[in-house]
């Protein structure tokens, strides 16, 4: 048994669908914990850096404009094997892959506007809380 901690983001496409609440369903249904959250409007320099392992791909300046469009939602979600556990919920990056059920079989507009990110390593999701939150934010 391993308790973890994740990063997700709520992607602007969901925030501008007010889709958000039907989100974080998905994540307490599965046993995930919220344990610390918060609305934010992303600045350029944010995006680019969060996304810097991308920096080289030919969709980067497309998905920095995008996850700047308008507001997101950073949290970090945490219970057994949360960073696995969340990428299952969240289902495939290309939401034609996506299994049904998942968040973005049932809620992304593209692969680009596919609702969610979360962190993939245990590794990345701790430089990715700290981006975003401090210690003492993160309530359980
Ligand atoms: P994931 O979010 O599933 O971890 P990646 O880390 O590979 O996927 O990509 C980061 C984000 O970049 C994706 O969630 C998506 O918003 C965008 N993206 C990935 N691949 C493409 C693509 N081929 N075309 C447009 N946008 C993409
Ligand atoms: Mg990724």
Same mark, same amino acid.
């Given at each position: 048994?391993?308790?973890? *901690?994740?990063?997700?983001?709520?992607?602007?496409?969901?925030?501008?669908? *007010?889709?958000? %609440? $039907?989100? *974080?369903?998905?994540?307490?249904? $599965? %046993?995930? #914990?919220?344990?610390?959250?918060?609305?934010?409007?992303?600045?350029? %320099?944010?995006?680019?850096?969060?996304?810097?392992?991308?920096?080289?791909?030919?969709?980067? #300046? #497309?998905?920095?404009?995008?996850?700047?469009? %308008?507001p997101v939602i950073a949290q970090v979600l945490r219970g057994e094997n949360a960073v696995k556990l969340n990428r299952d919920i969240m289902g495939a990056t290309n939401p034609k892959e996506a299994e049904k059920g998942t968040i973005r079989n049932e809620f992304a507009e593209s692969i680009e506007a596919n609702s969610v990110h979360g962190s993939d390593s245990l590794e990345n999701a701790k430089s990715e809380i700290a981006f975003f939150f401090a210690e003492i934010e993160l309530v359980y």
């Amino acid at each position: 048994m391993t308790i973890e *901690n994740t990063l997700s983001i709520i992607k602007p496409d969901a925030t501008k669908r *007010n889709i958000t %609440g $039907s989100i *974080n369903a998905k994540f307490e249904d $599965s %046993g995930l #914990n919220i344990i610390a959250q918060k609305r934010l409007q992303l600045t350029k %320099g944010m995006a680019k850096k969060f996304y810097e392992v991308h920096k080289d791909r030919p969709f980067f #300046n #497309n998905l920095v404009d995008f996850m700047i469009s %308008g507001p997101v939602i950073a949290q970090v979600l945490r219970g057994e094997n949360a960073v696995k556990l969340n990428r299952d919920i969240m289902g495939a990056t290309n939401p034609k892959e996506a299994e049904k059920g998942t968040i973005r079989n049932e809620f992304a507009e593209s692969i680009e506007a596919n609702s969610v990110h979360g962190s993939d390593s245990l590794e990345n999701a701790k430089s990715e809380i700290a981006f975003f939150f401090a210690e003492i934010e993160l309530v359980y």
